[in-house]
């Protein structure tokens, strides 16, 4: 998850008296060819966001990246399907063109907006339950949320959906003595992890998982993934197991339930794993 120019009475004096028709052509005019708004502060932390794709004109584009800002709760589109990069306002259904060189990339990836960017009206966003649309520039674009991964996954297919997982797992260090001690496990153990991919909360926890299972490769100790949608109520697996919240962690032990990671358990998700089968 949003300088004013001292205006001069049309009217003033060692001015000509414009009549009410001139003055009103004038002010038409100067709608359509002056920005509608100047961005008087800066709008930071517009973050890469892979939860969405971009179609254009009824085709997905590989090449179309989508920004997200909660600050702003703002998205920034950037295609060259488009004369300009465009803030999308879902909350007042505008669309806006902002100048390229009004824009800061970060280290981190992110974008910033810089103070004085004068935003142009490039159409009106037409939103519904399924995503956002519009047209500009002789194209039709339309914002929708990815689908959601669904079903058993394994590492690879949840990279391959967003690379982000994998910088997240990357930056992850799981403590080593406990490493340790997992690979030290005799019996069979399995953690299950259910998580939605639309889930924020999963999008920082399912990565700790993946770095986890990367670090006992080879042991008795395996991870799986399996991914349900927002409304898994009726979800085959989700039933069977009784899941009501997303991330949820059963932890098994040659085939047995001996305990689940849930809510604070995924602070540390080596440190949980190994409580449990060390009770």
């Not at 254009?56 to 584009?61: F, L």
């Amino acid at each position: 998850m949003y300088n004013r120019r001292r205006a001069m009475h049309p009217n003033a004096p060692g001015r000509p008296e414009l009549r009410p028709n001139k003055l009103l052509a004038m002010l038409l005019l100067s709608s359509i060819l002056l920005p509608a708004t100047v961005a008087g502060q800066l709008m930071g932390g517009f973050s890469p966001s892979e939860d969405y794709v971009v179609e254009v004109d009824g085709a997905v584009s590989t090449k179309a990246k989508v920004y997200w800002s909660q600050s702003a709760r703002s998205f920034l589109l950037v295609t060259n399907d488009l004369s300009s990069p465009v803030l999308v306002q879902p909350a007042n259904r505008l669309v806006r063109g902002v100048p390229l060189m009004k824009l800061a990339a970060k280290s981190d990836g992110s974008i910033d907006i810089l103070a004085g960017a004068a935003l142009t009206p490039k159409a009106t966003l037409a939103v519904d339950a399924a995503g956002a649309s519009f047209e500009a520039d002789g194209h039709k674009i339309r914002i929708a949320q990815k689908p959601p991964l669904l079903g058993w996954q394994d590492a690879d297919s949840i990279v391959a959906y967003s690379s982000m997982y994998a910088t997240r797992a990357a930056a992850y260090a799981p403590q080593p003595r406990v490493v340790e001690d997992l690979l030290k496990q005799t019996e069979e153990v399995k953690l299950t992890v259910f998580f939605g991919s639309w889930c924020a909360f999963c999008q920082q926890k399912v990565p700790m998982a993946m770095k986890l299972a990367s670090e006992l490769e080879g042991s008795k100790v395996k991870v799986n993934f399996y991914g349900l949608d927002r409304s898994f109520g009726s979800d085959v697996e989700a039933k069977k197991h009784n899941i009501k919240s997303v991330p949820t962690g059963i932890v098994t032990v040659d085939g047995k339930e001996v305990g689940r990671i849930n809510a604070d358990g995924w602070k540390s998700v080596e440190a949980t794993l190994n409580r449990l089968l060390n009770p």
